[in-house]
């Protein structure tokens, strides 16, 4: 607060100055040490900015961390200390107040991206400044260079519940919620001096930041691989800290009848295990082809992977093995970084929390042909997808957690394939907001999951089949044979969140889902709330028992309506078990009435 009202003392001496015709603030030595001019910005009276990394969200409060973004490759390797940093930070509030202030048009240097943000006024925007900051907003986004993010060791919550999205460019943009910020993005704060912010920017979304992916933080190996090798009936063990058993590096190698054990060691940096194979009993990196045959893979500890595979290029395929993980956030197979892991009749096993049998992150691939999957853990789905996944012919179980996860832009794709999922009612992070056994969600904006089965069966042993929140996506369903054992519960809920733990902000973190249904058999009703919509369509000779519900989120505007548009093909059959609610219905079909009645969005009451 010392801090606050200094700045705002100084903002008032700039106005008393320029409106006795005194010139506007001379800028400071570290923003002239830039070479990416910014646009010239309109005043603000009173408001003190502040860039930092979102770090958690609750409701409307927002906690960041306080720092600083740099862009191109000098940034990666030469990052200023700590202290130089923070009084970088110091010197960037004083300029964008001195700068919010003046009323002169003028060239302002930003010390760093962050600051490099305007105000709004009734008056348009100068042309000539409008190419300046395009040219910064694409030099700061160019893949090449890369964008990094320096905290200075300050945090600090601000309040939300007022705050208006602008852009790069200066302008407002009042329909952009505030939700569509999440965590790990990077933006700047415009504050009264009640620590309440009236002006958001974004500048630079979690996805583009490559400060936590930066340097794949590896460990060590108590055997590596280098070369390219064929062994068979070898024994590889570790026990120690940061260990894999056996890591291949850049190689092509054949295992058969190989026994590879991480019998003990922790893990220092958990994020680094999930990410970049720390840990792992058995490793793949640097673009190794790793094949493996007749094989067991066992892992002891917490935040150790049974195999996993890094970085683009890095291929490792499997069969007839075992794999089994006893600790928490130890995946039975991760494929990260680019990696793709290709399997066939592999029987996988974890029992800890926050142990997906099998992982796919972003820009990775994992394709499953027969075998067993099973996990026994909370949080522990047995498939969790924020890259792809293809799976066929394969027994998939979780019995204390969802059985699937869809993160963000992930897809995943079954084939003749069981899957059931048990998730607990009061243990695990997302039991409080939803029980399910489908969870398809998004921490990013514009997000757009893919969900396909096709034939076997799904089994949901408690709760919702599929819960939506804050992304959209399709979901396919062909002649597969779904069981929800919850009756109370729904098929599809498509709604918001709490927000509690990132998905969006409530009121504003509803979902989209495009829902294909093809030869089905189907009981269950959907739910749609006020921030959410949804498309329905019934396809070759599907029946679908049950009702459509659209329900008031309460964290929404009173005024807000979520949509449902149904589609029936000729063939199919909906049959209403309640009083239902839709936008608009095509209906080439047969509809049951079984006498409920059917309301739509212009008001008509249909009915038998």
């Not at 794949?216 to 590596?224: L, P």
């Not at 260990?243 to 060691?265: F, M, Y």
């Not at 009703?525 to 921030?531: E, F, L, N, Q």
Request: hydrophobic share 40%; aromatic share 4%.
């Amino acid at each position: 607060m010392k801090r606050l009202l200094t700045v705002l003392m100084t903002v008032i001496f700039i106005l008393c100055a320029s409106a006795c015709g005194g010139a506007p603030a001379e800028p400071s030595e570290t923003a002239e040490a830039s070479a990416t001019p910014s646009p010239t910005p309109d005043p603000v009276e009173g408001l003190v900015a502040a860039t930092g990394q979102v770090i958690a969200i609750n409701g409307l409060t927002y906690t960041l961390e306080i720092g600083e973004m740099s862009s191109g490759q000098a940034a990666a390797t030469d990052l200023a200390s700590p202290e130089a940093n923070e009084a970088a930070v110091e010197g960037s509030l004083d300029a964008s107040v001195s700068a919010a202030v003046s009323t002169e048009p003028q060239e302002q240097a930003s010390a760093d991206v962050g600051t490099a943000a305007a105000a709004e006024t009734a008056e348009p925007a100068e042309e000539e400044s409008q190419p300046a900051a395009e040219a910064s907003v694409s030099a700061a986004s160019a893949p090449q260079a890369g964008l990094h993010f320096q905290p200075v060791g300050r945090a600090m919550e601000v309040d939300m519940q007022d705050a208006i999205m602008r852009s790069m460019s200066g302008r407002l943009e009042p329909d952009v919620p505030v939700s569509d910020i999440v965590i790990g993005d990077v933006i700047t704060v415009y504050l009264s001096s009640s620590d309440a912010c009236a002006y958001v920017t974004v500048i630079a979304r979690a996805a583009e930041i490559q400060g936590d992916q930066g340097q794949a933080e590896q460990g060590t190996a108590a055997s590596e691989i280098t070369e390219d090798e064929h062994l068979e009936g070898q024994t590889y063990e570790a026990a120690g800290k940061d260990e894999n058993a056996l890591r291949i590096s850049a190689a092509r190698v054949s295992l058969s009848d190989a026994q590879i054990t991480k019998s003990g060691g922790d893990c220092s940096d958990p994020e680094s295990g999930v990410l970049f194979g720390m840990n792992a009993a058995l490793l793949a990196t640097d673009a190794a082809d790793l094949i493996l045959a007749s094989s067991r893979i066992t892992s002891v500890p917490a935040n150790a992977a049974g195999i996993c595979g890094y970085g683009s290029g890095t291929s490792v395929s499997a069969s007839d093995s075992e794999v089994e993980t006893q600790g928490s956030r130890s995946s039975g197979l991760n494929a990260v970084g680019g990696a793709s892991i290709d399997v066939q009749d592999l029987t996988v096993r974890t029992a800890g929390a926050d142990s997906p049998a099998l992982r796919s992150g972003r820009d990775s691939d994992v394709t499953i042909n027969g075998g067993s999957f099973s996990t026994q853990g909370v949080d522990s789905p047995v498939v969790f997808a924020a890259g792809d996944a293809a799976i066929s012919a394969a027994e998939l179980a979780a019995t204390g957690s969802e059985a699937v996860v869809v993160e963000n832009d992930g897809s995943l794709t079954l084939r003749d394939s069981t899957v059931s999922g048990a998730m607990s009612r009061t243990e695990g992070t997302a039991s409080a907001e939803s029980v399910h056994d489908i969870l398809i969600y998004g921490t990013e904006v514009g997000s757009f999951g893919n969900f396909e089965m096709q034939g076997g069966s799904l089994i949901s042993q408690n709760g919702d089949v599929f819960f939506i929140t804050n992304t959209s996506c399709s979901i396919e369903l062909s002649g597969v044979q779904v069981t929800n054992r919850d009756q109370l519960a729904w098929l599809f809920n498509i709604s918001g969140n709490s927000g509690s733990l990132g998905w969006g902000t409530a009121g504003f973190n509803g979902a989209h889902a495009d829902i294909i249904l093809r030869s089905q058999n189907t009981v269950g009703d959907t739910r749609v709330d006020s921030v959410s919509s949804m498309t329905l369509h019934l396809m070759e000779g599907t029946s679908l028992r049950g009702g459509i519900r659209l329900e008031v989120n309460e964290a929404a505007d009173p005024d807000a309506r979520g949509t449902a548009d149904v589609i029936i093909d000729e063939g199919c059959v909906w049959s209403l078990t309640g009083d239902s609610e839709v936008t608009t219905l095509e209906n080439n079909g047969t509809i049951e009435f079984n006498g409920h009645t059917i309301t739509l969005a212009d008001g008509t009451v249909l009915s038998a």
